[in-house]
C-alpha cells in the first residue's frame, strides 16, 4: 500500500491548510488512517486518527478544536483541515493507514499500530 501525502505549504500564523492522503490503486475503505508529525529533533508524534468507518476518530491534544479529520471512501482519499495554525505545528506530516475491515470501529493513535506510510508533505507556519 502506498499513501500519497499532499497539501502541505507555508502559511502564516492563524491560516489554514487542508492535508490529502490517498491511496492509489486499493480501497480506502478497509483503512484506519493516522497522521503523524514530526519536527526537527523531536519525535514523531500523533496528530488525529480516524476509523475505517469514520465512525471513531482521535485527536492529540495539542490540536483538539483546531484540527479536523475525515475520509471520503468513495475518493480513497482522508483529509486532515488545520485552521487556526501554530507555529508550533511546523513540521513534516506523514500519513499511515493499517487494514482493519470495511466500515469498523478499530483505532490506534500508537504510530507502530501502523505498517504502511506515504512520504511527507511539510508544513510551515510563520509567525
Known amino acids: 500500500v502506498q499513501l500519497q501525502a499532499s497539501g502541505g505549504g507555508l502559511v502564516q500564523a492563524g491560516g489554514s491548510l487542508r492535508l490529502s492522503c490517498a491511496f492509489p490503486g486499493v480501497a480506502a475503505t478497509y483503512y484506519a488512517t493516522g497522521w503523524f508529525r514530526q519536527a526537527p529533533g523531536k519525535e514523531r508524534e500523533g496528530v488525529s486518527c480516524?476509523?475505517?468507518?469514520?465512525?471513531?476518530?482521535f485527536y492529540g491534544d495539542s490540536v483538539k478544536g483546531r484540527f479536523t479529520i475525515s475520509r471520503d471512501n468513495a475518493k480513497n482519499t482522508v483529509y486532515l483541515q488545520m485552521n487556526s495554525l501554530e507555529p508550533e505545528d511546523t513540521a513534516v506530516y506523514y500519513c499511515?493507514?493499517?487494514?482493519?475491515?470495511?466500515?469498523?470501529?478499530?483505532?490506534?493513535?500508537?504510530?507502530?499500530?501502523?505498517?504502511?506510510w506515504g512520504r511527507g508533505t511539510q508544513v510551515t507556519v510563520s509567525s
Open positions: 499511515a493507514a493499517r487494514r482493519t475491515a470495511a466500515n469498523n470501529d478499530y483505532l490506534s493513535s500508537d504510530r507502530d499500530w501502523y505498517p504502511y
Open positions: 480516524i476509523s475505517s468507518s469514520g465512525g471513531r476518530t
